[in-house]
T-cell receptor, first 115, second 113 residues
Framework: SAVISQKPSRDICQRGTSLTIQCQVD?????MFWYRQQPGQSLTLIAT?????????ESGFVIDKFPISRPNLTFSTLTVSNMSPEDSSIYLC????????????FGPGTRLTVL | DQQVKQNSPSLSVQEGRISILNCDYT??????FLWYKKYPAEGPTFLIS?????DKNEDGRFTVFLNKSAKHLSLHIVPSQPGDSAVYFC????????????FGTGTSLTVIP
């Protein structure tokens, strides 16, 4: 499996500001994803980060709020825009190489608190 | 709508005993199931998986059982060790879900030495 790192590991932000989270994989992966885990809830897929094209968003998530970039096969960013306290959550990126295997590996997560 | 449910938020087990973590799902189209383990301040790590063509998959101390008629899967850890203390998530996917993995809310396992 690959190793995924995320920056920052945690942040405290003011309402109305934006934060960009970086995700770096140590080797090329086919697919990269961004998840959110709100307190006491399961991991929820935000979007699939597509290399060289616009991300594919799940229902309830929009590009204006969560713009995503993936300039190459090992790096992606997620921006949480115009933050509100409801955006306080853990944000995780994940990836996998082989769709047939189905195993994803995850980054350590970014713990975001919005005041 | 929570398609994958873990109804026990926590579980405590004595070291050496069996830990049984349960997971239920609602969508009969799911055909691939996974368990992840998560330590604090770390991302989930893949533990074991099972496809719907099987009813059991074993890997060392970890065994996953799938009961398709009941839409239920369970993870057995035998014998349980203190290092197994973590949050365990089950996840499900299917060809109809595309890239979407549906996760349960997790069960926090504590193995008491």
């Amino acid at each position: 499996s690959a190793v995924i790192s995320q920056k920052p590991s945690r942040d405290i932000c003011q309402r109305g500001t934006s934060l960009t989270i970086q995700c770096q994989v140590d080797s090329q992966v086919t697919m990269m994803f961004w998840y959110r885990q709100q307190p006491g809830q399961s991991l929820t897929l935000i979007a699939t980060a597509n290399q060289g094209s616009e991300a594919t968003y799940e229902s309830g998530f929009v590009i204006d709020k969560f713009p995503i970039s993936r300039p190459n096969l090992t790096f992606s960013t997620l921006t949480v825009s115009n933050m509100s306290p409801e955006d306080s959550s853990i944000y995780l990126c994940s990836g996998y190489r082989d769709l047939n295997i189905g195993e994803q590996f995850f980054g350590p997560g970014t713990r975001l608190t919005v005041l | 709508d929570q398609q994958v449910k873990q109804n026990s938020p926590s579980l405590s087990v004595q070291e050496g005993r069996i830990s049984i973590l349960n997971c239920d799902y609602t969508n009969s189209m799911f055909d691939y199931f996974l368990w992840y383990k998560k330590y604090p301040a770390e991302g989930p790590t893949f533990l074991i998986s099972i496809s719907s063509i099987k009813d059991k998959n074993e890997d060392g101390r970890f065994t996953v059982f799938l009961n398709k008629s009941a839409k239920h899967l369970s993870l057995h850890i035998v014998p349980s060790q203190p290092g197994d203390s973590a949050v365990y998530f089950c996840a499900a996917s299917g060809t109809h879900t595309g890239n979407q993995f549906y996760f349960g809310t997790g069960t926090s396992l504590t193995v008491i030495p």
